[in-house]
């Protein structure tokens, strides 16, 4: 069973900056892309940013200039570098991994969630 072990969250203050780290138990050449997703409290949760295999990185357009996600392929580490962060930045931030399509078995994982609390 792949786990993705998030790490990083905290209470800051707003303008300033956390980075989150997801560890794979499993090489991330297994997965076809990379994500964080995030829910706050009576919402849905949406997809923050992703990175594919071959680098490719889309974000969401309230993130877009603030936040930063980059891999580490001999860690096994996918990062979530967040800048300028505001009180609408407050959620639970999940790590996310999409097999590869010639990988037999469950076709994601998740990871645990941590908290971010961006304070105004």
């Known amino acids: 069973q792949v786990q993705l072990v998030e790490s990083g969250g905290g209470l800051v203050q707003a303008g300033g900056s956390l980075v989150l780290s997801c560890v794979a138990s499993t090489s991330i050449f297994s997965f076809s892309a990379m994500g964080w997703y995030r829910q706050a409290p009576g919402k849905q949760r949406e997809l923050v940013a992703s990175?594919?295999?071959?680098?490719?990185?889309n974000y969401e357009d309230s993130v877009k200039g603030r936040f930063i996600i980059s891999k580490d392929n001999v860690k096994d580490t996918v990062y979530l570098q967040m800048n300028s962060l505001k009180p609408e930045d407050t959620a639970v931030y999940y790590c996310?991994?999409?097999?590869?399509?010639?990988?037999?078995?469950?076709?994601?994982?998740w990871g645990q969630g941590t908290q971010v609390t961006v304070s105004s």
């Open positions: 990175i594919s295999s071959g680098g490719n990185r």
């Open positions: 996310h991994a999409d097999v590869q399509t010639y990988i037999p078995g469950p076709r994601d994982y």
